[in-house]
């Protein structure tokens, strides 16, 4: 495996970027599970992944292949306050692998212990936020949902404090880059007090040379950029919304300029719908609930296209305009996707009553407390020939459920387009499985306990959310009342 090393071209960015910083030694690492696909993708030798060294590996303890650790730094606004100073805490980038497809992605360990970045935290991560990781960015991968994914997850054999004592661990995380809109306020911060030294367009040329080299075949370039960001961001949390998804902590260090879907802290997949719902222990206000994700994406990338002004033109008044006007097209964008993913999942065509008619099922949904997904999938059911009894047994009110069925059968039936390409439709975008809540709070009590087998299981099961299994439809139900998980914590 003479070829196969890390490159480091972040690294090659001014040192303002970042601080090299090595692993802290784990105890006695174990590896929890490797994604030997990924890995594979990535161009790890077969024979590695078979060996007894990946828990040295994985934990950061023996590090190989010309890894060269750096914690990266940004800043960023949480909860809507301004932090002059974030960066890795809890995590460092070992490096860059080109995969298979020729695709550069970040190589990243969370949870190795501290670095220049950790302010007052110990960084470590915790088991449970490193299951949970591990399972929502690979869902969300099957889902086909832009995402980081994992690689490895491994436990440290020491005990961390948090609420209480638990296991530590670490994982690895790959994504296409972890430049955020955070790293840019960095570079701007930077930039405003140390005028010339130009830190946002040096970083805006790495993203566009990493990321959007389409741009520069554009006479401007950074106008490019940001519209490219802009749409990638709407697409993004469109998705999001079609499959009831709350991320729950989109601070602006938590938003991923390449568009994946980043930093699984608090989020969850909504059971019971409500517009307002939020999971978040630490989301007082429902900054980040479902209905407001659009909001603030909006928000976090006006953060963005403040921090890109000196790019977007000399004349700061011409700047804001442009800014101005290309962040006016997020919306638009967003509800354009919105609207094509609710038509698909719904299986009606996407005319000029699909607004209307998406804004009512969503409030008969949440007056019914119709639970989400199991919602499409036994609609998909139902337009499949099946009986709609299983459909009206999420309506509380069952007249009620009667009554949007028929008009959504006189919809389906009286559309013009083909009704099998509408059933397709619906069942390549109508997840059978995602990993409810309490699958994960039980698969990580028994992490926590030492057995992960139940870990093991929901991976296995939302590796593949559109093909129906038979033996596994406990996973596709919604939880019984004792079995609701109302918080999620963040993933610290
Ligand atoms: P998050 O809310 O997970 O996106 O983290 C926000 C910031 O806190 C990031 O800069 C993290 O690196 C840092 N952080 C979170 N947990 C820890 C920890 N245990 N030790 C040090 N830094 C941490
Ligand atoms: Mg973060």
Known sequence: MTDFSFDHSYARLPKRFYSASEPTIAPSPKLIKVNE??????????????????????????????????????AGHQFGGWVPQLGDGRALLLGELVDKDGIRRDVHLKGSGRTPYSRGGDGKAGLGPVLREYILSEA??????????????????????????????????????HVRVGTFQYCAAIDHSEPGKNLVKTLADYVIDRHYPEALDTETPYQFLLRSIIQRQAHLIAQWMGLGFIHGVMNTDNMQIAGETIDYGPCAFIDEFHPDKKFSSIDRQGRYAWNNQP?????????????????LDEEESEAIKIAEAIAGEFMPTFHRRLLEIFSQKIGLPNDSEMDGFMQSTFIEMAKNKVDFTLFFRRLTQAADGASSTGLLDLFEDKDAGQKWLDDWSERFNKASSSSTDRLAGMKQINPIYIPRNHRVEQAIQAGLNGDFDLFHELVEVNSKPFEDKAGLENYELAPTSEEVVRRTFCGT
């Open 37 to 74: 696909q990924l890995a594979t993708d990535l161009g790890f030798d077969p024979s590695f992944l078979k060996s007894s060294e990946l828990a040295d590996f994985f934990s950061g303890n023996k590090l190989d292949f010309n890894a060269n650790p750096i914690a990266l730094a940004y």
């Open 140 to 177: 969300m991968a099957a889902l086909h949902v832009p995402t980081t994914r994992a690689l490895a997850a491994v436990t440290t054999g020491e005990i961390i404090m948090r609420e209480t004592p638990i296991p530590g661990a670490i994982f690895t995380r790959v994504a296409e880059s």
């Open 295 to 311: 909001n603030m994406g909006l928000w976090n990338l006006a953060r963005l296209a403040e921090a890109l002004l000196p790019l």
